[in-house]
């Protein structure tokens, strides 16, 4: 009586071989993966509203990452514009608000306060000459100016007077954004923004969150695997009251957010560095 053999056929032992070579290249990639991933520098950038954490983001991208393309700074064309929107909208409506009020210097001027008050709510907004003609001139009155200087005591854009008195290049049909523009346009940061870069072959990720209360509850899914984190401050905000509310002065603010971060007992292992 014979016995049958359990031998394999050729090309099962191909196909076997095939496998486990594919099983150790995965295994390999795997674990340079894993090593990649340990030798990274995961940071946290955190901090109060409009602190400048997303202008430190595009600091790093310009320094150690190319900068931005031609498309992108097309695409910012738009955003620089609305900041000059939102800035001479915000300053000609604080005039009357104010206490005591600020007049213009020159009242032939109301005609264009009044355009440009007419056009404020509007969101899909062409951007004309039109419009740029009548927030040059007012920006050139000194009632806008002094409204300007009290800015402190109402909301008004960090990047208000550098594209105010920069218009005459936004305002151009040709018009190209530089890295200093890109710098100082302002977005409302809302969601998880990631930037990879490598500095001397160190490689590090960068994580911006959005600083105004409504997006801190999204900072919990950024807490796993952090190297450090970077506290921003804005310093210069020492006289101003964040944009939630008209009460909480922003460097108070930022200094309770940033007790809170320290004593958090979740993050007792993670470096914290106050920027």
């Known amino acids: 009586m014979g016995c049958l053999g359990n031998s394999k056929t050729e090309d099962q032992r191909i196909d076997e071989k ?12 795997l674990q340079k993966e894993r090593l990649a991933y340990k030798a990274t520098h995961r940071l946290l950038l955190l901090g109060a509203g409009e602190s400048g954490k997303s202008t430190i983001v595009k600091q790093m991208r310009i320094l150690h990452v190319n900068g931005f393309n031609s498309e992108e700074k097309k695409q910012k064309i738009l955003d620089i514009r ?11 409506s604080a005039m009357s608000t104010l206490i005591p009020p600020v007049p213009l210097a020159y009242p032939e001027n109301q005609f264009r306060v009044d355009y440009i008050k007419s056009i404020a709510p509007l969101s899909d907004f062409d951007y004309t000459q039109e419009f740029f003609e009548h927030a040059q001139k007012l920006w050139d009155d000194d009632g806008v100016k002094a409204c300007f200087e009290r800015s ?12 105010l008195e920069r218009i005459d290049h936004v305002r151009q049909n040709d018009y190209t954004p530089t890295d200093q523009d890109l710098l100082r346009c302002r977005v409302l940061t809302s969601g998880i923004f990631e930037t990879r870069f490598q500095v001397d072959k160190v490689n590090f990720h960068m994580f911006d969150v959005g600083g105004q209360r409504d997006e801190r509850r999204k900072w919990i899914q950024c807490f ?4 450090a984190i970077i506290f921003v401050v804005a310093s210069s905000s020492y006289n101003m009251v964040i944009r939630e509310d008209n009460n909480t002065n922003r460097l108070r603010e930022a200094l309770d957010l940033f007790r809170s971060i320290w004593n958090n007992r ?3 292992t993670i470096l914290v560095s106050c920027f």
Do not use: P
Not at 20 to 29: G, P
Not at 82 to 92: C, R
Not at 224 to 227: C, E, F, K, L
């Open 224 to 227: 796993n695997d952090v190297t």
């Open 18 to 29: 095939a496998q486990r070579e594919a099983n150790k290249k995965i295994e390999k990639q």
């Open 82 to 92: 609305k900041n000059v929107k939102d800035a001479i909208v915000t300053i000609v």
């Open 152 to 163: 402190n005591e109402y909301q008004l854009i960090d990047c208000a007077q550098y594209f």
């Open 266 to 268: 979740w993050l007792r």
